[in-house]
């Protein structure tokens, strides 16, 4: 079984930043996809960004140039660093990790909430 365990969320005005962190345990293939999703009140789940295990990432269009993703794989975390922050950027973000050999496993989930 894999767990993943988020920290980092919190309250935050407009253009402020915060780091998300989360660290997975238990039997993982190196060959993996870390990501964060998110989900605000009344709208659908979304990915924000995701990192392959060789490093190579892709982002939502809408946080690209503001937020980063970054993982360190001997300590099978990945991070999230958020700048600039918008009221539209207030959701509760799910660690996820992706192994074709494995499956998909989700984090409890962290909640940002960015005032105006």
């Known amino acids: 079984q894999v767990q993943l365990v988020e920290s980092g969320g919190g309250l935050v005005q407009a253009g402020g930043s915060l780091r998300l962190s989360c660290a997975a345990s238990g039997s993982i293939f190196s060959a993996n996809a870390m990501g964060w999703y998110r989900q605000a009140p009344g709208k659908q789940r979304e990915l924000v960004a995701t990192?392959?295990?060789?490093?190579?990432?892709i982002y939502l269009d809408s946080v690209k140039g503001r937020f980063t993703i970054s993982r360190d794989n001997a300590k099978n975390t990945v991070y999230l660093q958020m700048n600039s922050l918008k009221p539209e950027d207030t959701a509760v973000y799910y660690c996820?990790?992706?192994?074709?050999?494995?499956?998909?496993?989700w984090g409890q989930g962290t909640q940002v909430t960015v005032s105006s």
């Open positions: 990192i392959a295990s060789a490093g190579s990432a």
């Open positions: 996820n990790l992706y192994a074709a050999t494995q499956g998909e496993y």
